[in-house]
């Protein structure tokens, strides 16, 4: 399995960005498809998922309401839509994926650098 994040930049704070993700190397039945982010200095921290089949989100308290996750099953990518950035969204963006009946992330992607300037 491989996961190839891109669309990361430097946007200026109340922009939006939408990075993605390529999901290659099986297929993506009953798995999960999720986002998290790691800011400077911070632990990795969880921002939201997809489930591959319905295309059910669900999203951290502290990101709810200004991200979006979507996925294009034909392309075999997720997407994360991220509104009003702020400073305080400069992170690595990662994408990952698990099994639904798992709680584990099994594949990770190498990450995407998001910098939001004031």
């Known amino acids: 399995v491989q996961l190839q994040a891109s669309g990361g930049g430097l946007v200026q704070a109340g922009g939006s960005l939408r990075v993605s993700c390529a999901a290659s190397?099986?297929?993506?039945?009953?798995?999960?498809m999720g986002w998290f982010r790691q800011a400077p200095g911070k632990e990795r921290e969880f921002v939201g998922q997809i489930t591959w089949n319905l295309g059910t989100t669900y999203y951290a308290d502290s990101v709810k309401g200004r991200l979006t996750i979507s996925r294009d099953k034909a392309k075999s990518m997720v997407y994360l839509q991220i509104n009003s950035l702020k400073p305080e969204d400069t992170a690595v963006y990662y994408c990952?994926?698990?099994?639904?009946?798992?709680?584990?992330?099994?594949?990770w992607g190498q990450g995407t650098l998001v910098t939001v300037s004031s």
């Open positions: 990952a994926s698990r099994e639904s009946g798992s709680r584990e992330y099994r594949y």
């Open positions: 190397g099986r297929t993506f039945v009953n798995w999960v």
